[in-house]
């Protein structure tokens, strides 16, 4: 008899992301970690505009739908509400990093006691593959079809650098693109979502993601792409600890 | 108890706390500020929540978080910042949560004025943000009606899930009056459709029903169309033998009252509709009036007119309608009295 690999209880059937996208990894790591710490009872995510609402149809905890970039500003709604229970948002990099710019840096300088789960595949996914404030220098994309110019649109926003200068709890940069780098993700989540366990304020999860269908390139090549071109400008890590953690 | 004497701003402010209200999310505005002011102070003794927010479009999605979680929560703000707040109004509306949001009207678009105004009808009536809904608006004209309706506000919240909108005015906020407020109200988020995590029942997931289908539509055409038929509320004063009716809300009306004497004691018949529900427009209160009143004057605090589209509607063309666009300074009854007789007289052309 071989092993049985049995995924969370709580996400059901198939997530409907295009192939090789990173949420559907992102997605299970959240679900495993809170079965994992006995919190999925007691959650509530407050979700983003973008391809992260697809999360809305098969993991089953409780959510709510915020307005594109406002999700932090709903979970702290739900979080001054409702402290005892554990409450995260769950946002793409236009999201967060772009018209939501202004609501993730002041529930992160409030030190709110939410967990942001931010995906950061550097492009506007749902709307068919735009610039986004993290896309790369010289990066082709729809609204970039000779390359991002950062003499006219600046560099790439680094939303974890900025956050981490706030008094929050924890703050850390994972990515998906292989099975060392997800399991390291995965113990990031585990560390984030304990902060907020332990009342000790805002924690932040940045997740390097692969968009194929965006990047126009095969499964495979994007997360080559991510070792490659991404993380040598979004430099994994821990950016905020306590202490001896 | 007794009456005390409050500002505008505050007197509603406790009034919702003593609703049950737990929690503001709020930004600075004039002339809105000391309803923030107090409840900055007060909320946390009755063990609730105060949260300044970076912008108003912040505030409003705190406060869509805030009332899915079953708590009666309330946000306020004036002019510039109403505008702010209608996307995550439209947003509380599509997922049929409760709220009262306050907006302390000021005069003019853009930046305006801090004075007193009536132009925000239109956005609070026909409404405001994205999409196909309407918000329950209440519109007082005495304190004593400010803490009343912040107080119904709630409640009709939670009877139609839907965000109410309270519209009051500079001058409604600022002045002081003798106000007797209610008993405190005991708080219950243990509402059936809250999120509090799904616990050992099903999860809830709270986005719009229109990912459901054309059954959507049809639930809101039965919501509202309820709301109308049921939540009609107005005051006639001396209608039912008027030559002219003047039609008036919030501080619009406390001048028009005055008219409504000052001219019977002239010998002008006037008559006073004074809606308390901007929507639903009261509708029902020109009914038995439309055929023997000679003529109808909406008297605003805006300068093009706003609520004399909705007097003309109900009016039916069944007598000419009037417009007093009294504009930034607030209406005169001496001017209204002018009007009328120049009305009577067939010397003022009609709007509608």
Redesign the interface.
């Known amino acids: 008899m071989g092993k049985e690999y049995k995924g969370p209880d709580c996400i059901k059937g198939t997530s409907g992301y295009c192939a090789g996208c990173g949420h559907g990894i992102i997605n299970r790591l959240i679900a495993e970690v809170l079965e994992e710490m006995g919190l999925e009872k007691k959650t509530i995510i407050s979700l983003a505009v973008g391809c992260s609402c697809i999360m809305g149809d098969y993991v089953e905890v409780d959510k709510i739908q915020a307005p594109h970039g406002r999700a932090p500003a709903t979970a702290t709604g739900i979080k001054r509400m409702r402290p005892d229970n554990l409450v995260l948002t769950y946002q793409g990099d236009g999201d967060i990093a772009s018209i939501g710019c202004a609501e993730i840096i002041h529930a992160a300088a409030r030190n709110e006691k939410i967990t942001t789960i931010f995906v950061n595949n550097g492009v506007y996914g749902m709307t068919g593959g735009q610039m986004a404030p993290t896309t790369l220098p010289h990066q082709v994309t729809a609204t970039s079809p000779r390359g991002r110019d950062t003499s006219l649109t600046g560099m790439p926003v680094k939303l974890s650098e900025m956050i981490a200068v706030l008094p929050v709890a924890y703050v850390a940069r994972g990515s998906v693109h292989n099975p060392a780098s997800i399991k390291k993700t995965k113990s990031y989540i585990k560390k984030a979502i304990q902060a907020q366990v332990d009342k000790e304020g805002f924690s932040m999860v940045e997740v390097l993601a692969p968009c194929p269908t965006n990047w126009h390139l095969s499964p495979l090549a994007s997360m080559e792409r991510i070792e490659q071109e991404v993380i040598p400008y979004y430099t994994p890590g821990e950016l905020v600890k306590k202490e001896g953690v | 108890m007794g009456k005390v004497l409050m500002k505008g701003n505050e007197a509603l402010a406790e009034a919702a706390v003593r609703a049950g209200c ?2 503001y ?1 709020g930004y600075p505005i004039t002339p809105q500020t000391e309803l923030m002011e107090y409840l900055s102070g007060r909320l946390p003794e009755v063990g609730g ?1 105060f ?1 300044q ?3 108003e ?3 409003i ?9 079953g ?1 009666r ?1 309330i946000t306020a703000s004036s002019g510039p910042g109403f505008s702010l707040k209608q ?2 109004i439209s ?1 509380m509306a599509s ?1 049929n949560l409760p709220g009262v949001i306050v907006d302390v009207c000021r005069y003019g678009s853009g930046l305006g004025l801090i004075c007193p105004g009536q132009g925000d009808y239109f956005q609070a009536t026909k409404g405001g943000g994205h999409g196909d809904y309407r918000l329950p608006v209440y519109a007082p004209h005495t304190l004593q009606e400010c803490v009343d309706l912040v107080t119904l506000a709630f409640e009709k919240a939670e009877e139609y899930l839907t965000p109410v909108i309270l519209l009051t005015d500079g001058a409604l906020g600022q002045m002081m009056e003798g106000v007797e407020l209610p008993e405190m109200q005991p708080v219950d ?1 243990d509402k059936p459709w809250a ?6 029942g099903e ?6 029903d229109a990912y459901g289908g054309p059954a959507y539509d049809e639930g809101l055409r039965k919501k509202y169309k309820q709301i109308e038929d049921r939540e009609q509320r107005w005051e006639s004063i001396e209608t039912e033998d008027a030559d002219i009716i003047l039609v008036a809300y919030g501080t619009s009306a406390r001048i028009c009252k005055r008219a409504v004497k000052m001219g019977r004691a002239q010998g002008i018949r006037l008559g006073l509709i004074r809606p308390v529900t901007l929507w639903p427009f009261p509708f029902q209160a020109f009914r038995p009036v439309r055929d023997t009143a000679q003529a109808f004057l909406s008297v605003e605090m805006s300068a093009i007119g706003q609520m004399v589209e909705d007097v003309a509607l109900a009016v039916k063309g069944k007598a000419p309608v009037h417009v007093y666009t009294a504009g930034m300074v607030p209406p005169k009854e001496q001017r209204i009295l002018t009007m009328a007789r120049e009305i009577l007289d067939g010397k003022l052309e009609e709007v509608f």
């Open positions: 737990r929690l999310c929540q949260v927010a970076e912008s479009v912040s505030a999605s705190m406060l869509y978080g805030a009332a899915s979680t708590y929560v996307e995550g947003y997922q988020p999120l509090k995590g799904k616990g050992e999860y809830r997931f709270l986005i719009t």
